[in-house]
Each structure stands twice: as structure tokens, then as C-alpha cells.
DNA sequence: AAACGTGCCAACCGCATCACC
DNA sequence: TGGTGATGCGGTTGGCACGTT
């Protein structure tokens, strides 16, 4: 039995004539690969002869092992961790030249004994110029938390709310920072619950009662709001491509891969919605109480402007009555009372001309709460290296960093997990 | 100076999902 | 419609850097 087996494998080995160098044994077969009652000297003998030329590495192209299962191609052979700067070099100059089409093919083609998997990790969280790199700002911190209270471990979702940032190195900043620091606190940092017998939340029940309510309002909020954007977004997608010739392009012509609207991506999540056909870096939605006029849009800020702001008034106005009427029936009383909510990414530039610097998602969260401006929007001050890091609220006594963690700490509090 | 502990982050791994046939 | 390969995602790990004893 053992003896066909091996033979099974020489003879599959033997149909690859993969010559490569400097290969031990156990780089070019996994362990895995020999029964375990195979004693060592004979895996030793074994690997002599698969070490032989010609049958290097070609364990890599070997199908079922004895237990079943076939072997990824990153598990044989090919070089793993760290990558050099010859390999970065490599790979960077054949994206750039070539893109980077298949993963899989790429490798070979870029001349790197690495895996596709590999490669597109080391692009995607390293080597693609737009990635923003070194210390996350204090408004950072505070969107990866507000977005982490409503999305969970949502890396990618909320990565993209967070442009150039890669959601390797939010979920890292989050498992290596954040966290902590909302336990000190008292925090879950899985339910953004105060933890039981935390000092948290013993100030004010009622405003933290309120916070919950309204953190869990905003999720269905934002639920309800996303559901219509994306109705109206590829309802205007349709619009827009009839009537545009085909030679004017929705996105920069230069961006391989358009950005995933950060809204759509909430939605995807919360509702399991297929894939939306429109992207855009934002989504704004305005409510103005008095005469329950709407305005419903979707706007692409610099470079790019494109706005479907208006594109069809009825049908915006449709979508955002009906929500506004959900809303009184759940007894919200933020959407009738005039405010301007705006849901969106804290740092970006067009997000501070519309709304104000500091204001945003936190100001949603915390509408009606009794929390909002001096729980979160006051305490933007300072980060850890004494630099301002916003423009908005600071107070400038001191208060900085400590009242910031209140703010956020007021946010959350009791908060339950949305859409559970 | 050495040993040890801790923090950090790039990279890996395995599963889920998507896309294509 | 099911199978298969490609890709995306989130959890986890390995190893380096730095601080402490």
C-alpha cells in the first residue's frame, strides 16, 4: 500500500521535469505529505530521491494528498515571508507595466518564486502607491471605532471608509490599539457594551440609555437610507449611461479599480445585498423638517465631480418620504426636527466643506443623545504627540485626549450591536 | 551586557464568496 | 445547476524592535 502510493507519487513527480535550486526537502514536500507512519529515515530517503533533479518543487503541481485534499499552491516550494526589495521591484515594475491580471499567472510572469496570494497581499496592503502609511489621526481612531460599533470586524468595509488605508493594517491598529484601550476603559470591544462592573456608564444611565437607542437608531437609519441609494444609484447609473456617450467615463480614467462606495459597502453587510454597480466615495443624504422637503444624492467629491443630487427630485423625494415616515412610526424624532445629518468619511476633504470639521457620522450617533456636541465633537483635540489633529471643537485646556476617549467612551456605552 | 517580556505589523492560512464554464 | 478555479476577507502567527529587569 505504502509502497504503490509512493510509487503513485514518484510517477507524478516524475511527469514534472521541474528543475530549481536550492530546495531542501522539506521546502519542496510538505510534512503533511507522508503518512505519519512513515518513520523519519525513510521520509529522509525519500526526500533524497524527490530532491533530485528534475523532481524539485514538482510536489507543488502534485494533486490529492493521502488525505484528500489538494494542495494550495502557496503551501509547496514557493518562497514565503519577508519580501526583499529586489522582490518588491520586481513586482511593482510588472504591475505598473502590465497590471496585475491574474494573481495566480502573475508570479511567473513577474519572474518571483512567490504565489499570486502572495503577491497580492504584499500590493495590496504594501506596495500600491496610493496607501497612506504611519500614524492613524485621532478622527481616524474615532471613525474606525464608530464603524466598528455599527459593522463589527468588518475590516474591508470599513477600510473603505477610511480612504488609503488597507484593512490589514485597520484590523492591526484595532487588535494592537484600539482595543485596549476601549477595555481600559471599561469597553467590550466586541459589543461596545460597558463591561459589567466597569465604572463605565455609572454617571448617567438615562444618557447612555440614549446613546444605545440612538446608535441602534442609526443603524437602521442608515439601513433604511442605504436601501434607497442604491435603488436611485442604479437607477441613475441606468440614466446616466443612456444619455452619456460612452466615451466619458463615470470614474477617472487612471483608477484601475474605482473605489467601492463606502455607503454601498455598509449595505452589503447589514443587508446581504448583491453588489451595486455604482460606486462613488460617499453618499449624502440630507432632511430638512419644516416642509419635509429632501434631498437625496450622491456626490463624488475632487477630482471627480459627479453629482446625481436632483437627478430626479419625485423619485429622491419618494424614497426619502417613505423613510422619514418609518421614522415617525419608530418615534425618531431627529429627522423632523430640522437637523442636517450627513453620513460620511470624517477626513475627507469634501466631507469637511459640507459638514464641518469634526461632525459626521458621531453627530448622528449621537443626535438626540444629549452626548453629541460635548461627549465627542468638543474633544477632537489632540493626538497622542501633542499635534492638533482637527480644526473643529478643540478646546485647547487640556482636555484633549482624556475628553476624547469620554467622548467616545459616552457613545458607546450600552450601545447594542445593530441588526443582530 | 544578557535575558526576558511586550508591542507591533507584515505575512500567512483557511474559509467564504464570486465568476466562469 | 453543479463543479472548479480565482479572489477576497478575517483570524492568526512569526519575527523583529524595543523596553525592562
Same mark, same amino acid.
Given at each position: 500500500m505504502l509502497h504503490s502510493y509512493f510509487d503513485g507519487v514518484m510517477d507524478v513527480l516524475s511527469s514534472f521535469a521541474v528543475r530549481l535550486n536550492n530546495a531542501s526537502c522539506h521546502e519542496i514536500v510538505?510534512?503533511?505529505?507522508?503518512?505519519?507512519?512513515?518513520c523519519s529515515t525513510s521520509v529522509e530517503l525519500l526526500c533524497t530521491q524527490l530532491s533530485a533533479p528534475g523532481f524539485r518543487k514538482a510536489a507543488a503541481y502534485y494533486g490529492p494528498t493521502p488525505m484528500g485534499r489538494s494542495l494550495c499552491c502557496?503551501? &509547496? =516550494?514557493l518562497k514565503k515571508g519577508p519580501w526583499t526589495p529586489e522582490e518588491d521591484e520586481k513586482l511593482l515594475a510588472h504591475i505598473e507595466e502590465?497590471?496585475?491580471?491574474?494573481w495566480r499567472a502573475l508570479p511567473s510572469k513577474a519572474g518571483l518564486q512567490r504565489c499570486g496570494k502572495s503577491c497580492r497581499l504584499r500590493w495590496t496592503n504594501?506596495?500600491?502607491?496610493?496607501i497612506k502609511r504611519g500614524k492613524f489621526s485621532l478622527q481616524e481612531e474615532q471613525t474606525i471605532i464608530q464603524l466598528h460599533a455599527l459593522l463589527g470586524n468588518r475590516w474591508s468595509a470599513i477600510a473603505t471608509h477610511l480612504s488609503r488605508r488597507t484593512d490589514n493594517e485597520i484590523k492591526n491598529y484595532w487588535n494592537t490599539h484600539l482595543k485596549k484601550r476601549l477595555a481600559k476603559m471599561?469597553?467590550?470591544?466586541?459589543?461596545?457594551k460597558a463591561a459589567?462592573?466597569?465604572? &463605565? =456608564?455609572?454617571?448617567d444611565d438615562v444618557r447612555s440609555a440614549k446613546a444605545a437607542a440612538s446608535l441602534s437608531h442609526m443603524a437602521q437609519w442608515e439601513s433604511a437610507r442605504l436601501e434607497a441609494e442604491g435603488r436611485l444609484a442604479r437607477e441613475s447609473t441606468m440614466r446616466a449611461a443612456a444619455s452619456?456617450?460612452?466615451?466619458?467615463?463615470?470614474?477617472?480614467?487612471?483608477?484601475p479599480e474605482p473605489a467601492a462606495s463606502p455607503c454601498l459597502g455598509l449595505l452589503q453587510p447589514w443587508?446581504?445585498?448583491?453588489?451595486?454597480?455604482l460606486e462613488s466615495p460617499t453618499s449624502t443624504l440630507t432632511f430638512i423638517g419644516n416642509n419635509n422637503s429632501v434631498s437625496l444624492g450622491i456626490s463624488e467629491g475632487d477630482p471627480t465631480t459627479w453629482r446625481l443630487?436632483?437627478?430626479?427630485p419625485e423619485r429622491e423625494e419618494d424614497s426619502a418620504r417613505r423613510f422619514l415616515r418609518q421614522q415617525q412610526m419608530q418615534g425618531l424624532e431627529g429627522a423632523e426636527r430640522g437637523d442636517e445629518h450627513i453620513i460620511g468619511c470624517g477626513e475627507e476633504p469634501w466631507f469637511q466643506e459640507t459638514v464641518?470639521?469634526?461632525?459626521?457620522l458621531t453627530d448622528v450617533l449621537l443626535a438626540g443623545s444629549g452626548v453629541g456636541a460635548h461627549g465627542a465633537l468638543e474633544c477632537w483635540g489632540e493626538s497622542g504627540n501633542g499635534?492638533?489633529?482637527?480644526?473643529?471643537?478643540?478646546?485647547?485646556?487640556?482636555?484633549s485626549s482624556s475628553s476624547y476617549w469620554s467622548g467616545i467612551l459616552g457613545m458607546v456605552v450600552s450601545s447594542e450591536p445593530p441588526f443582530l
Open positions: 510538505p510534512v503533511s505529505f507522508f503518512p505519519p507512519s512513515l502557496d503551501k &509547496v =516550494g502590465h497590471g496585475h491580471g491574474s504594501y506596495l500600491r502607491p496610493d471599561g469597553i467590550d470591544p466586541v459589543t461596545h459589567s462592573g466597569a465604572p &463605565v =456608564g455609572t454617571a452619456r456617450p460612452t466615451s466619458v467615463p463615470l470614474h477617472p480614467i487612471n483608477l443587508q446581504g445585498a448583491a453588489k451595486l454597480d443630487r436632483g437627478d430626479d464641518g470639521v469634526g461632525a459626521g499635534q492638533a489633529e482637527h480644526g473643529g471643537q478643540v478646546s485647547g485646556d487640556g482636555e
